[in-house]
């Protein structure tokens, strides 16, 4: 189309205006002459064109559009040659990097913004663009960007390389954020001593830490995207576990004490802390369970209760041997006391026979 030909002529202009600028110095008159001659030959182009553009506009107001609409995005775009020496640059620059765009003008190289080895000139002319180029550099202000470049072979005027760059930096640093974030959930998770799992809302392992299959002696990939029951569900516990399976998926969030069973089929106490997470509308995003093995707390309580039950005999013992004790004293005393009620009425004889003797 000719409003493409003319959008090119535009670019060559503007070129033309950067290669005097550069020099600025020689016969202008004539170079200026030159600009006008381009400009009315892409004017002509323009007021030629017979079809129209989409929604009403004129092919000189499209192209118009379109050159509003390269300025104005949040990429920045820039035309070189193959030796990276700026044709056209986007006048949104300021956006990315923070120069103006005479500044930039004057830097006259691509390489100077982006760093030097951007791209490879054979590279490019076998495959015709470079994708993706991850690159980080500074902006004016010496803070570091991380950018995404892309390099595409073209033929703009004097341009042969459309370069384009996107600023990821705080794109970069959410991802950054969120991988540690995560690194420190896997690390909190495998540090837990108890069994941790993670189910949507039908009930699906999603994840469960190290823990639980050692507790389970299960393997992650034995549990992992299994829905119940699942294999550490004894049997016969089935109907109190769906019971409180049920609860747990209502919102109850009170320790739950269950059996469970290992692998090789040894049947243990659990305590199971269930808790929630939803999103902004209530809507349940995942469940988190916590699972305690207890079998060594039961051990000692088993050993407590025998202790218990050892001291209440060795009391009743006692307490028996002490009543008989007490029946003991209370024999000896009553004996005590009849001796010495007895020895007072020998006395009291004694002296009735003493005088009657002395009469």
């Not at 020689?26 to 030629?48: D, F, P, R, T, W």
């Not at 006692?318 to 029946?327: G, I, S």
């Amino acid at each position: 189309m000719k409003s493409r030909e003319a959008f090119e002529l535009l670019f060559d202009i503007q070129a033309k205006i950067m290669d005097i600028k550069k020099r600025a110095e020689g016969n202008l008159e004539e170079e200026m002459e030159q600009v006008i001659s381009l400009i009315k030959h892409a004017q002509e182009l323009i007021n030629g064109e017979e079809n129209g553009f989409a929604n009403g506009y004129e092919p000189w107001n499209a192209d118009n559009l379109f050159q509003q609409i390269v300025e104005n995005i949040s990429d920045a775009i820039y035309i070189t040659d193959l030796k990276g020496d700026f044709t056209y640059i986007c006048k949104n620059v300021d956006v990315v990097f923070g120069y103006s765009y005479n500044e930039l003008l004057q830097k006259e190289n691509i390489k100077y913004i982006l760093g030097e080895d951007l791209y490879s000139i054979d590279k490019l002319k076998t495959t015709g663009e470079i994708k993706n180029i991850v690159r980080s550099v500074p902006n004016k202000q010496g803070e570091m960007l991380s950018l995404i470049i892309n390099i595409k072979k073209v033929s703009i005027g004097k341009g042969e390389l459309l370069i384009t760059c996107r600023d990821i930096t705080e794109r970069r640093k959410f991802m950054q954020d969120l991988v540690e974030s995560r690194i420190f959930s896997e690390k909190l998770l495998e540090s837990m001593k108890d069994g941790f799992c993670i189910t949507d809302e039908s009930g699906l392992h999603l994840d469960v830490n190290n823990s639980l299959c050692n507790i389970t002696e299960y393997d992650k990939d034995e549990l992992v995207g299994k829905r119940p029951p699942y294999p550490y569900w004894p049997e016969e516990e089935l109907g109190n576990i769906n019971q409180a399976f049920k609860k747990i998926q209502k919102g109850y969030k009170e320790d739950i004490e269950l059996t469970f069973k290992r692998k090789s089929g040894e049947r243990f106490p659990v305590i199971v802390s269930p808790s929630q997470v939803k999103n902004n509308q209530g809507a349940l995003i995942a469940n988190f369970v916590t699972v305690k093995d207890i079998s060594e707390l039961k051990k000692v309580e088993a050993e407590l209760e025998i202790h218990k039950e050892n001291l209440e005999g060795l009391v009743k013992e006692r307490t028996k041997e002490l009543e008989e004790k007490n029946v003991e004293l209370e024999n000896f005393n009553k004996l005590f006391v009849g001796r010495e009620f007895r020895i007072k009425e020998l006395k009291d004889k004694i002296r009735e026979l003493e005088g009657k003797t002395e009469e």
